[in-house]
């Protein structure tokens, strides 16, 4: 069974500082990997799908890479802004056909803090 | 395009009343997912449709879940009756073709 983790659950940081969220899971078999943010009171919102044939994606102030073999997944937050401050969540996809692989498998959470 | 539409936004009911929930996904997507999240359990997801039939049910946490898709552009989650331990945000989704998941905003429902 696939299990998602992120660590720290929790971040504080300061304007300006570039920081790093950490996701993990314990089967490599992944159709694909997906980094959500969600904002208090509201649904998840889509910032960056990587595929298992790719090592990263990228978006604006945001990269994000994964290492299958190792089970791991990074979202790198460049200049971080107060406006950044929200939950941050991964999820899998499993790989194979047909089976369940429609069904995401989400980590917890890392709720960030940016400090102006 | 609007989004997920859910409603109602947040639902307050006492114990062994029935809660309906519902859901318009956004339009042309062919695949509709019910999620339950809660600060123990995290995301849950409670039931798949595609093509507006329940492929995975298997989510759904006792008999008086139920969820229906009688057409594109509309589904429905009931709870009858509620309890008190099914307090939680329940989030629609639906899927692009790409895999993109798009998120409503949720239905924060409260038993007493």
């Known amino acids: 069974k696939q299990e998602v983790t992120q660590i720290p659950a929790a971040l504080s940081v300061p304007e300006g500082e570039n920081l790093v969220l950490n996701c993990s899971f314990t089967?490599?078999?992944?159709?694909?990997l997906q980094w959500f943010r969600q904002d208090p009171g509201k649904g998840l919102t889509s910032l960056l799908l990587?595929?298992?044939?790719?090592r990263e994606q990228t978006s604006g102030r945001l990269n994000a890479s994964l290492d299958k073999s190792s089970g791991r997944s990074t979202l790198y937050i460049a200049a971080s802004q107060p406006g950044d401050s929200a939950t941050y969540l991964c999820?899998?996809?499993?790989?194979?056909?047909?089976?369940?692989?429609?069904?995401?498998?989400f980590g917890k959470g890392t709720l960030l803090t940016v400090n102006p | 395009d609007a989004g997920v539409i859910q409603s109602p936004r947040h639902e307050v009911t006492e114990m062994g009343q029935e809660v309906t929930l519902r859901c318009k996904p956004i339009?042309?997507?062919?695949?509709l997912f019910w999620y339950r999240q809660t600060m123990m359990r995290g995301l849950e997801l409670l039931i798949y449709f595609n093509n507006n039939v329940p492929i995975d049910d298997s989510g759904m946490p006792e008999d008086r879940f139920s969820a229906k898709m009688p057409n594109a552009s509309f589904s429905t989650l009931k709870i009858q009756p509620s309890e008190p331990r099914d307090s939680a945000v329940y989030f629609c989704?639906?899927?692009?073709?790409?895999?993109?998941?798009?998120f409503g905003p949720g239905t924060r429902l409260t038993v007493l």
């Open positions: 339009s042309g997507h062919n695949s």
């Open positions: 990587i595929q298992s044939s790719q």
């Open positions: 989704a639906s899927r692009t073709e790409t895999d993109t998941q798009y």
């Open positions: 999820a899998v996809r499993p790989g194979g056909s047909g089976g369940s692989n429609y069904k995401l498998t």
């Open positions: 089967d490599s078999a992944i159709y694909n």
